[in-house]
Nanobody, 125 residues
């Protein structure tokens, strides 16, 4: 079992930066692939980025490539999402998720086993 708690969301102006954190409890965190997803009002939850268990492979949605960076610290049981050059269209609730298949890469939310409660990110124009 893995429990996930996101933090770091808030209100920022366009062009600004935020760093989201996702703290995990449970002994299996370091073997899980981790993902960030987001959901804007009236829209489906969408993939943002993910990272394999060792951190050796990362993947990004085209909409955030070059602006967002996912990373993890297995010693701290934490995964991060550094978000730079934020745009109003990045406004959403951001969720972290854990996938027990540590070397996998999935865009589909159905393949993730554990989810956090989400943190709101609002980018003003």
């Amino acid at each position: 079992q893995v429990q996930l708690v996101e933090s770091g969301g808030g209100l920022v102006q366009a062009g600004g930066s935020l760093r989201l954190s996702c703290a995990a409890s449970g002994r299996t965190f370091s073997s899980c692939a981790m993902g960030w997803f987001r959901q804007a009002p009236g829209k489906e939850r969408e993939f943002v980025a993910d990272i394999t268990w060792s951190g050796s492979n990362t993947y990004y949605a085209d909409s955030v490539k070059g602006r967002f960076t996912i990373s993890r610290d297995n010693a701290k049981n934490t995964v991060y999402l550094q978000m730079n050059s934020l745009k109003p269209e990045d406004t959403a609730v951001y969720y972290c998720a854990a996938n027990k298949r540590g070397n996998s890469h999935y865009l589909d939310i159905r393949f993730y086993d554990y989810w956090g409660q989400g943190t709101q990110v609002t980018v003003s124009s």
